[in-house]
């Protein structure tokens, strides 16, 4: 977006305005292919009867089906993939900007580029800009290649996909345009993913796991603060394995120290720790700094230890519950979040039943449970057993509904806490209700606060930080009155 604004078109979320309509597509489970495929559809027709001219589609959906979107569905113009950023303008048929400094974009796409790289020594594929991707490329983790030689990454068996994956990284000075309002912004620090997951393709659509450079990542976040964003959100598929590639050690804990510095920076966390890389310096960086969310996303997929062997991640229900534990000996009161799959090839009564046992005595703040997606080209799909859709929703069902209880009598508990809540606009449901989140809400995935009572305000502000207290509990959502602020 920020590339496409740069070069001048005016961006519209009607799709019914657009010349151009660009549809970014998920592919990782069944659900989100098929909605990917509905949206495609979708902006077809609009171009077919009404003023598009183009339909691009880019992101996940073209790692994995490249050749099938351009056979299958002719209407579409052009594909771009998710290492191919830059030829959006291209896809669009918008003419770049003449610049007076060099492109900030720094594309290599595939494998074949970063070999050459390699073969002719570092800097070689710079492409006019002094931060290039090729500078944080060069250094796979060991842990990379290895998996690469077992076929990890491999697309050979997939229909209709590139062989080549992506390699791209984007970094400050790659132009942005958030979609998340003026004070909450995302930043990647990572991307791709060494781990081998059997159930789980990400890393053969995203490739091998590479960190952005640390100075980077902290000039995009001073630069985003600066221009008044106070809540920042640092994602990857793993973020706990940051700066392995670059021979740091503890590398997230050490982003989060230099990032929490940041004046002005009122919120700050990271989503998707992998359970065994919760080092105690990691801890002890988030009970250190205020500014730093007491708010741990850690999805466990499972806590039998038969599944978790058969899904390539190990531990089981005793070691989870022995790291909840020193999670919260370290950070008091801290959040935590996690996800489940359920109806893995093979999984027991017996195993759900652990599962259960463990939800019960972990009692998580958050939890989401996801139905097994049998996904040709992971590991999983070729493994016998398979559960019936039918079972598998009944298997979630009882644990969302188990998840429910201990969710309430936790929301409970937080009725007459004064808590810092961050003013998100009016409800979708009534415009008597405001809707807010607190440091222990990420974006988006969580329950709600709705605020039915301004206190001494005549109007809240969205953006804006208020003080409130917590005045009902429902299952997930609660409900507060503004008691001081804005702050
Ligand atoms: S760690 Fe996450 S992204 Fe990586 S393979 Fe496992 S499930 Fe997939």
Known sequence: MGLVDRAGARLTVRPEEA???????????DTAKQESVDTILE???LKTEGRAKKVVVAGCLVERYRDEIRKNIPEVDAVVGTGELESILEAAGIAPVAQAAPSPFTILTGHAAVREGREAGAGTHKVGHEHAAWNELKSFRPEGDHRE???????????????????YLYDESTPRLLSTGRTSAYIKIAEG???PCTFCIIPNLRGKFRSRRFESVVAEAQRLVASGVQEITLIGQDTTCYGEDLGLKDG???????????????????????????????????????????????????????VLKRMK???????FLKTLEKVRAAVPGIALRTSFIVGFPGESLRDVEILEEFISEARFDWLGVFNYSDEEGSKAFGLDAKVP?????ARKRKLMKLQQGISKRAKQAWVGREVVLLAEG??????????????????????????????????????????????????????????????
């Open 389 to 393: 859709k039918r079972t598998i929703e």
């Open 193 to 195: 993913c060494d781990h």
């Open 43 to 45: 902006m077809v027709r």
């Open 313 to 319: 991640r190990g531990a089981g229900a005793d070691i």
């Open 252 to 306: 997230l804990a050490t982003l989060l120290d230099a990032l929490a510095r940041i004046e002005g920076l009122r919120w700050l966390r990271f989503l998707y720790a992998y359970p065994n890389r919760i080092t105690g310096r990691l801890l002890e960086t988030i009970a250190k700094h205020e500014n730093i969310c007491k708010y741990l996303d850690v999805p466990l997929q499972h806590a039998s230890p038969d």
């Open 426 to 487: 009016e409800s979708e449901e009534t415009e008597l209700l405001w809707e807010g989140r607190t440091q222990f809400h990420a974006p988006e995935i969580d329950g709600k606060v709705y605020i039915n009572d301004l206190g001494a305000l005549e109007c809240l502000e969205a953006g804006r930080f208020y003080r409130a207290e917590i005045t009902e509990a429902h299952d997930y959502d609660v409900v507060a009155r503004v008691v001081g602020g804005p702050l």
């Open 149 to 167: 030689r077992q076929g990890r990454f491999s697309r050979e068996d997939w229909r209709g996909a590139g062989h080549l994956l992506p390699t």
């Open 19 to 29: 010349d151009v309509l660009v549809v970014n597509t998920c592919s990782f489970i």
